[in-house]
């Protein structure tokens, strides 16, 4: 059984056209707060662990794998 269609309000509608030209995502400029905490360099062992990471995911088997 078909719904029967609803009427959408003006105000729906001029609301739904300021989102659609409104400008979306982050700043470009990072605020004073998120320059703060953001970490100045990596700690000594991220590279070895980020490199053993993957290596590990590259040869896991996987979900899915025929034998």
Do not use: I, W
Request: glycine share 8%.
């Amino acid at each position: 059984m078909a719904e029967k269609q609803k009427r959408v309000s003006k105000a729906t509608r001029e609301s739904e056209q300021r989102d659609a030209q409104a400008e979306h995502g982050a700043p470009q400029v990072p605020t004073a707060d998120e320059e703060r905490a953001a970490p100045k360099a990596a700690s000594p062992g991220a590279a070895e662990a980020y490199k053993d990471y993957l290596e590990q995911g590259a040869n896991h088997p996987g979900e899915g794998r025929t034998p």
